[in-house]
Antibody, heavy 119, light 108 residues
Framework: EVQLVESGGGLVQPGRSLKLSCLAS????????MNWIRQAPGKGLEWVAS????????YYADTVKGRFTISRDNAKNTLYLQMTSLRSEDTALYYC????????????WGQGTLVTVSS | NIVMTQSPKSMSISVGDRVTMNCKAS??????IAWYQQKPGQSPKLLIY???NRYNGVPDRFTGSGYGTDFTLTINSVQAEDAAFYYC??????????FGAGTKLELK
């Protein structure tokens, strides 16, 4: 069974940093590109970042480019999101997601980890 | 930058009704869109991909259609458990995505 478990969220002051993790199990992690998506309280979904299976290709939403870094450790089956210079508008539930085999659509989602940016 | 516009923002319908919601792209996205369902307190779930392909286990009352700029998600004979937010999503540059703002489906 595919499982994605996010962790690392919490309360952080504006301007500070936080690193999220997503531990994957139930599939060969190194075969799949992975993604971070966030959802601000009461708002819709926003794609944040994507990374290819071998980390060769990395993409970011304009809203986080230059502040967030997506990475992965295939030996540890773990996806990361390093967030720096955090702003109040980064407050959201952060999901990691895996695509459907052979496509790019998000078939598997974790339960999310909540990041609150506030002084 | 291609914008995905969903309509209506919300709708209130009765069990058994047929529902149609729309997703319009500001430019041609071919069939590169998906639809997701999100219920309160839950993670989103993939319903439809490549505009019209139903994901495994999705009831056949859910149908996606469209190509180019105009896309539709239809739910035939809506059930109580279909009350949720529905989001369309497009893919571009292979690994970049945009979501629509969502449509809230409520049951009367």
């Amino acid at each position: 069974e595919v499982q994605l478990v996010e962790s690392g969220g919490g309360l952080v002051q504006p301007g500070r940093s936080l690193k999220l993790s997503c531990l994957a199990s139930g599939f060969t992690f190194s075969n799949y590109g992975m993604n971070w998506i966030r959802q601000a309280p009461g708002k819709g979904l926003e794609w944040v970042a994507s990374i290819s299976s071998s980390s060769s290709y990395i993409y970011y939403a304009d809203t986080v480019k230059g502040r967030f870094t997506i990475s992965r450790d295939n030996a540890k089956n773990t996806l990361y999101l390093q967030m720096t210079s955090l702003r109040s508008e980064d407050t959201a539930l952060y999901y990691c997601a895996r695509p459907l085999t052979g496509s790019h659509w998000f078939a598997y989602w974790g339960q999310g980890t909540l990041v609150t940016v506030s002084s | 930058n291609i914008v995905m516009t969903q309509s209506p923002k919300s709708m209130s319908i009765s069990v058994g009704d047929r529902v149609t919601m729309n997703c319009k792209a500001s430019q041609n996205v071919y069939n590169n869109i998906a639809w997701y369902q999100q219920k309160p307190g839950q993670s989103p779930k993939l319903l439809i991909y490549y505009a019209s392909n139903r994901y495994n286990g999705v009831p056949d009352r859910f149908t996606g259609s469209g190509y180019g700029t105009d896309f539709t998600l239809t739910i035939n004979s809506v059930q109580a458990e279909d009350a949720a937010f529905y989001y369309c999503q497009r893919i571009y540059n292979s690994l970049m995505y945009t979501f629509g703002a969502g449509t809230k489906l409520e049951l009367k």
